[in-house]
């Protein structure tokens, strides 16, 4: 069998598909870097962003968006899902059952929509409600927020919980 030596490593590896991802551009037809080192350049933080970025943008297409809902019907990302959500619900049994309180609360009209509120901190539409804290005489103690600032309370970058809870 012909061996062929990684570009980053300097290792020699059987010259397949096994240990060097193809390429048609290649005079071999694969890529001169082995499957390894590979795995280890798409980790770092740099590459990590520029994918992000690209698969961002990609998504956005309509190529991109059918791929998406090809990938949306297999069993493997079915049974992905529903493994992380039963994670999520054996991680944060509180979390679940504060979102189910107030899910319910929306259901049986005495509650509005979250989407029909404005968000409580650049006042867009707001998409979800923020639970500040988990205790139970807190589940329906919400704010409505946006996506994005949800996303930047989580993070750290807006103060957690308003100076005045909205009444509902």
């Known amino acids: 069998m ?8 300097k290792k020699k590896y059987p010259s397949t598909p096994d240990y060097f991802h ?9 890529r001169p870097d082995c499957k390894i080192c590979m795995s280890k350049y798409q980790r770092l933080p740099h590459v990590k962003a520029k994918n992000a970025v690209f698969m961002r943008e990609y ?3 309509p190529r991109g968006r059918e791929a ?9 990302y079915k049974e992905g899902r529903l493994r992380s959500s039963q994670k999520y619900r054996e991680a944060y049994p509180q979390r679940k059952r504060a ?8 259901k049986r009209k005495g509650f509005p929509r979250a989407t029909t509120k ?3 901190y650049c006042h867009k539409q707001a998409a979800v409600y923020h639970h500040w804290s988990y205790l139970q005489e807190h589940w329906l103690d919400v704010i409505p927020v946006c996506r994005m600032c949800h996303a930047a309370i989580h993070k750290g970058e807006l103060q957690d919980r308003p100076k005045q809870l909205p009444m509902f």
Do not use: M
């Open 59 to 61: 998504s956005r297409t």
């Open 99 to 106: 979102n189910d309180c107030v899910q319910k609360a929306v």
């Open 2 to 9: 012909k061996k062929k030596t990684c570009s980053k490593c």
């Open 68 to 76: 998406s809902a090809r990938w949306r019907e297999t069993e493997k």
């Open 118 to 120: 404005s968000c409580n």
């Open 22 to 30: 193809r390429n048609r551009r290649g005079p071999d037809g694969l």
